[in-house]
C-alpha cells in the first residue's frame, strides 16, 4: 500500500482531517490521565493499615463530665469486656479510617530547627498494641510501667513504637531504636519498631507517607476518654459490635454513643474510601463516553467519504483493485489521522498531568500510559473504520463508476 496517494487524498480534506485528529489527541491526554488517577484511587484503597482490620471494631462516646473520665473508661472498658466473644478491648485516640485525634508536627533535635513532617501519634491504654495486632519487628514490647498517667495533651516523654516506614523516613540507614523525636518540648524515644502502621486518614499528608505514625503507650484519664478499640473474632464481631452498641447506653447512661462512628473497622474503611470508589467510576464512565464520541466521529467521518469517493472506488476497482486493496486503503488513512492525533495527544497527556500536579498534588504521570493509550486508540480507530470500509470494497465497480 502506497502511502503517498492517501496523503494527497487527506491534504485535500484539510479541515475534516484536522477535527478528527485533534478530536484522538484530545481522547489520548484525557484516556492517558484518567487512566493514571484510577489506578491511583485504586492503589489507594489497597492501602495496609497495619492493623487486624477484620478482628477489630470502634466504639465512639462523648457528653460526659470530662471530670468522670477515669471512672466512664473504667465502666465501659469492664463492660466491653465481660461480653462474650470479646478478646480485648482498651482506649485509643485514633482508629484507622475513623476518628484521627493524634496529628502532629514533629522535630529530630530538642531545639525544633529540623522539622521531619506532620505524622499521627496513637496515643493507647494498656493492651492496644495487642488489641491492634500489630507486628514488632525490632526493639522490645511496651511494658506495664511504660504506660504512664499524664495531663497534657500527649505524655511528655514516653518510650514509643514507631512505623517502619517512619523510622526510615527520619533516620534514613541508621538504628532508630534508641533515637528520640520531639513535639514542641515533648520528647519520645523509639523502643521497638513495628512493621507497619498507616495514619487512620491514608493521603492527608500525600499518597507516599501512609506510614508515619508511632504509638505512645499512656494510661486513660481525662485527655484519653471516649474512643475504644474492641477485639473480637472476625465471625463473632458484628454479634459483639452489636452488645457494646446496646451495652453502652446502660453502662454509661451519661454518655452519648455516635452511632455512626461506631463500627467495624472494615466498614470504616469502605466508607473511607467511597469517594475515591465513586471517582473512579466517574472517571471510567468519562472514558467511556470519550470513546464512544471519538468513534462515532471516525465512523462518520469514514462514511462520509467513502459515499463522496464512490466514483474514485468504481475506478480503482475497474482497474483491477480488489476489495482488499480498497478495505486497506481506507484502514492506512485511518491509522495515519489516528497516529497523528496520538502524537498531539501524548503531548497533551503530559500538559494535563503537570495541571494535575500543580492543583492537585498528583504524581507525574508515567510513560507507560503513552503506548497504552495509542493502541487503544489503534484498536478503537480500526475498529470503528471497519463498517464503512468494508462497505467501500463491496461496491461493485459498473454501480461505482456510473454514480456520480
Not at 466473644?85 to 514533629?106: D, M, T, W
Not at 508511632?214 to 475504644?228: K, R
Not at 486497506?328 to 503537570?354: C, D, K, P, R, W
Request: hydrophobic residues 50%; proline residues 6%.
Amino acid at each position: 500500500m502506497q502511502i503517498q496517494p492517501i496523503l494527497a487524498a487527506l491534504r485535500k480534506h484539510r479541515l475534516a482531517t484536522l477535527l478528527i485528529a485533534l478530536e484522538i489527541a484530545l481522547a489520548c491526554a484525557v484516556l492517558c490521565n484518567a487512566c493514571f488517577l484510577i489506578a491511583n484511587r485504586l492503589q489507594a484503597m489497597q492501602v495496609n493499615s497495619g492493623v487486624d482490620e477484620a478482628s477489630l471494631a470502634t466504639l465512639q462516646i462523648s457528653g460526659f463530665d470530662e471530670a468522670q473520665a477515669n471512672d466512664v473508661n473504667a465502666r465501659i472498658l469492664a463492660g466491653l469486656r465481660a461480653i462474650p466473644g470479646v478478646q480485648a478491648a482498651s482506649v485509643l485516640n485514633s482508629i484507622p479510617f475513623g476518628e484521627h485525634r493524634g496529628r502532629v508536627g514533629i522535630t529530630t533535635d530538642p531545639e525544633g530547627k529540623h522539622f521531619a513532617g506532620v505524622v499521627e501519634l496513637y496515643l493507647g491504654g494498656p493492651g492496644s498494641v495487642e488489641a491492634m495486632g500489630l507486628k514488632l519487628i525490632a526493639g522490645r514490647k511496651l511494658q506495664a510501667d511504660d504506660y504512664q498517667p499524664f495531663t497534657g495533651v500527649f505524655p511528655s516523654t514516653a518510650p514509643v513504637l514507631m512505623a517502619r516506614e517512619l523510622a526510615e523516613h527520619l533516620w534514613p540507614g541508621a538504628d532508630p531504636l534508641g533515637k528520640t523525636f520531639w513535639v514542641d518540648r515533648w520528647s519520645y524515644r523509639v523502643v521497638g519498631i513495628v512493621d507497619h502502621l498507616a495514619t487512620p486518614a491514608p493521603g492527608w499528608a500525600g499518597r507516599s507517607a501512609p506510614g508515619w505514625a508511632a504509638f505512645v503507650p499512656a494510661q486513660p484519664g481525662p485527655n484519653l476518654a471516649g474512643s475504644y478499640l474492641l477485639r473480637a473474632a472476625p465471625a463473632d464481631l458484628g454479634r459483639v459490635l452489636r452488645d457494646a452498641r446496646t451495652l453502652i447506653p446502660k453502662i454509661a447512661p451519661d454518655a452519648v454513643l455516635d452511632q455512626e462512628g461506631s463500627q467495624t473497622i472494615s466498614d470504616l474503611r469502605d466508607s473511607f474510601f467511597q469517594e475515591d470508589r465513586t471517582m473512579a467510576f466517574m472517571l471510567v464512565g468519562v472514558i467511556i463516553a470519550l470513546l464512544l464520541v471519538t468513534a462515532l466521529g471516525i465512523v462518520g467521518l469514514a462514511s462520509f467519504w467513502v459515499q463522496q469517493r464512490r466514483k474514485q472506488i468504481g475506478i480503482r476497482r475497474a482497474i483491477g483493485a480488489t476489495r482488499g486493496d480498497i478495505l486497506h486503503y481506507f484502514q492506512t488513512e485511518n491509522f495515519l489521522i489516528v497516529s497523528g492525533g496520538i502524537g498531539l495527544g501524548m503531548a497533551m497527556a503530559f500538559a494535563l498531568n503537570l495541571v494535575l500536579m500543580k492543583f492537585y498534588e498528583l504524581p507525574r504521570l508515567p510513560l507507560f500510559y503513552l503506548p497504552v493509550g495509542a493502541v487503544v486508540l489503534w484498536g478503537l480507530g480500526q475498529l470503528a473504520v471497519l463498517g464503512p470500509a468494508l462497505r467501500a470494497a463491496a461496491v461493485p465497480p459498473v454501480v461505482a463508476t456510473r454514480s456520480g
